[in-house]
């Protein structure tokens, strides 16, 4: 196995991530510097980073949090923000996040301990459903529902086809329902912004078929087993 791939299913962090260790001289291999990624490696190497020893996870695990708002998903801000890390238990294992929610929305995350678990899961390539509810202010027409539902250009950048429809209107607040399956980054914020509807509040409510059911903010639960349409 290389050893890039090795420290990500140790859940330490992502390959590309562990690439960079790699790169920063942060990795050893039985008292050795690591000098590439591409090295492979085995159960019985000793493999340290930063002093720490790393040992390879067998057991695929994922939990789900309920992420607040005013949290970041990373696991160090340089503005000294709250992360998800913070907030979760510290006697469990070293977490992995899947994907992100930017620092206002809230809603359901799931973490693992496996480095190539978490990158297959936000693959777009992957077509996993996410379910958001978002509450914007302003007119919201049925035309520009239908060019969302069709797949819209916006900046150059192609999303393709997204479930968005109406579920109430308090005005000048309306309440969407956004079903897409491929996650661009900050997607649903950027098709808000394009038709001038302001955002008070975006929440993720579904990943797959896990959903969030009587979670309450910063509340997180392992998921075992785990869903057969996430395997």
């Known amino acids: 196995m290389r050893i ?12 590309r991530d562990a ?31 930063n002093g720490k020893v790393i040992r390879l996870e067998k057991k695929i695990s994922l939990w789900k949090l309920y992420k607040p708002t005013n949290v970041i998903c990373t696991t160090k801000d340089p503005k000294k923000r709250k992360t998800i890390f913070d907030i979760i238990p510290k006697d469990l294992p070293r977490l992995i996040a899947v994907g992100r929610l930017d620092y206002m929305s809230e809603g359901l995350i799931l973490l693992t301990n496996n480095g190539d678990f978490a ?14 509810r978002v509450c914007v202010n302003g007119d919201v027409k049925l035309d520009q529902l239908n060019k969302i539902n069709s797949g819209i ?26 079903k897409l399956k491929e996650g661009k980054n900050r997607e ?13 509040k975006l929440i993720r409510l579904q990943y797959g078929s896990i959903k969030l059911i009587k979670e309450k903010p910063g509340q997180i639960r392992k998921l075992d087993p785990i869903p057969n349409d996430l395997l």
């Open 4 to 15: 890039n791939k090795y420290i990500a299913n140790a859940g330490y962090c992502s390959r």
């Open 19 to 49: 690439e960079k260790l790699i790169f920063e001289k942060k990795v050893r291999i039985n008292n050795k510097l690591c000098e590439a990624p591409y090295i492979n490696v085995t159960e019985k190497d000793k493999i340290v980073i």
């Open 119 to 132: 990158r297959k899961l936000e693959l777009p390539s992957s077509n996993i459903l996410r379910v958001y």
């Open 153 to 178: 250009r916006i900046e150059k950048i192609l999303y393709k086809k997204v479930e968005v429809k109406i579920e109430k209107i308090r005005k000048p607040q309306v309440w969407l329902k956004f």
């Open 188 to 200: 649903i914020r950027k098709i808000c912004k394009h038709f001038k509807w302001p955002v008070n």
